[in-house]
């Protein structure tokens, strides 16, 4: 990702650009010879000394497109003078910026497909396990490990589909050949009025520029508002970076889950015992910084004025690059974490052990009106026990002996054989393994299956390491 953004990169997609420009352009008639397109061929990747060469001419003319066009020429004199043809500057900057979006959205896209599918295979390897389920951040209905995964998959299969749909329509959305306002004059004059060549050279550029089409009407710029398209679907995708990062910051602390943690990692400089889930909480950071960048696109794109203003350029010189990496760096996290979460059953199990009996006592109730019982006298028996058990809880912090009491007044009874399946945490969890099965058994498995090959070089990959 890094290598997309860079300077490098940058001004190599400018020389491929001027070359499709001048192999378009002669393609449609114009007279470029053989040479001068052989040698803009041979020189499409910018060598170290050309940046010297091009910042002193920067800052004589103070014009960078400028620059490397006389740059260029110096590599391939015999096309020095054809380099640019009836192009502006946003030519090679904006058709550049958005061969980056498209090539940053293709690095990503196979990244979180490979996250989905480590949490699948979590999901499904902790399906039936039951722990606490948490609402208003209070112990609630049991769910599964496996179960609360599953949200998150859910979450980010929503991100691929937002990626994916994004990169599909930047496929059409390519600036191509426009002029300084967007109206094609310049190529127009080149061409002698003929307005089938003009488009046509615009179809050539775009097809070898490897999109689809171009936009049809354009600015000198392409408009911002794809801008913001873009970083709206890695915003929201930053948004699930933070949500998912404080789930399991959340369950650290109640050590029922961890992330990765290295046999010498330290935790803390003073404290030797702390295992902090600095993973996730770097995750939360990063997700929220990459949030925020909505708001950089909106308001660059809000203040532009007519057929564009300049005022964009510096300040999408860092959203755009930062988003990206923005991006990389949360998947780098979230498939460090998701290879190698821990899950503390012990834990688990003594925390469901603390809340289960006030959770199975609407079993208990119902078990006893079964049996001919009163419902609201069982309801009241049930209350009083209830607030005893929890006060040796919260007042006396001992374990929770709510099923001791119940056991020991002769009222229940008629019950007391049924109280372990009453309270067997299996009979708390519903569909859990099920609704995880079919998550990953038909949409995960559906969005996954344009990755295979992508995901097999990664793991590929991760063996030789």
């Known amino acids: 990702m890094k290598y997309v953004f860079s300077p490098r990169n940058r001004f190599n997609t400018w020389r491929k650009l001027w070359v499709y420009l001048a192999e378009s352009e002669r393609e449609l008639g114009l007279d470029i010879s053989d040479e001068a397109i052989s040698q803009l061929k041979a020189h499409t990747t910018i060598e170290d000394s050309e940046f010297e060469t091009a910042a002193v001419e920067e800052k004589r003319r103070r014009h960078d497109v400028m620059a490397h066009v006389h740059t260029y020429g110096l590599a391939a004199p015999a096309a020095a003078g054809i380099i640019h043809w009836g192009a502006t500057s946003c030519y090679v900057t904006d058709n550049a910026d958005l061969t980056f979006l498209r090539d ?7 990244k979180l497909a490979g996250v989905i599918q480590r949490l699948s295979s979590f999901a499904l390897d902790y399906r039936d396990l039951p722990c606490l389920g948490y609402t208003h951040g209070q112990p609630a209905q049991l769910v599964t490990v496996g179960k609360r995964a599953s949200l998150w998959i859910t979450d980010l299969l ?14 059409s959305k390519f600036r191509g050949v426009k002029g300084t306002t967007g109206t094609q004059a310049s190529f127009l004059a080149i ?4 307005h089938d060549k003009v488009e046509r050279l615009d179809e050539l550029v775009t097809a070898r520029a ?6 049809i009407s354009t600015s000198q710029t392409y408009s911002r508002k794809v801008d913001v398209d873009v970083i709206h679907a890695l915003s929201s995708f930053g948004s699930t970076c933070e949500r998912v990062g404080g789930d399991i910051r959340h369950l ?5 889950l961890e992330e990765p943690f290295e046999a010498d990692q330290i935790g803390s400089s ?6 902090n889930p600095m993973r996730c909480e770097r995750l939360c950071s990063l997700g929220r910084k990459l949030r925020n960048f909505s708001g950089d696109a909106e308001q660059t794109y809000s203040a532009q004025w007519l057929e564009r203003s300049l005022d964009d350029s510096a300040i999408r010189r860092i959203t755009l690059p930062e988003s990206f990496l923005c991006a990389d760096a949360c998947l780098i996290l979230l498939n460090n974490v998701s290879s190698g979460m821990v899950v503390n059953k012990a ?8 809340e289960l009996p006030f959770m199975a006592t609407e079993n208990i109730i119902m078990a006893m009106v079964e049996r001919g019982f009163s419902r609201q006298e069982t309801h009241e028996e049930i209350r009083v026990l209830s607030h005893q058990a929890g006060a040796v809880v919260k007042q006396q912090g001992k374990p929770n002996d709510l099923l001791e009491r119940i056991k020991g007044r002769e009222f229940f009874k008629p019950v007391l054989l049924e109280l372990p399946s009453l309270i067997d945490p299996q009979t708390f969890i519903g569909r859990s393994g099920r609704i995880v099965e079919r998550l990953v058994n038909t949409k995960v498995k559906t969005a996954l299956d344009r990755y295979q090959d992508a995901l097999q070089n990664i793991r590929d990959a991760e063996l030789k390491v």
């Open 104 to 110: 940053g959205l293709d690095l990503l896209l196979p």
């Open 158 to 171: 929503d991100d691929l589909h937002n990626l994916e749909h994004t990169r599909d329509r930047l496929m």
């Open 191 to 194: 061409f002698k009025g003929d």
């Open 210 to 215: 490897g999109f689809e089409s171009a936009e």
């Open 252 to 256: 650290a602390m109640f050590k029922e």
């Open 270 to 275: 003073a404290m030797a015992y702390k295992r």
């Open 347 to 354: 834990v688990i199990q003594q925390r469901i052990d603390q």
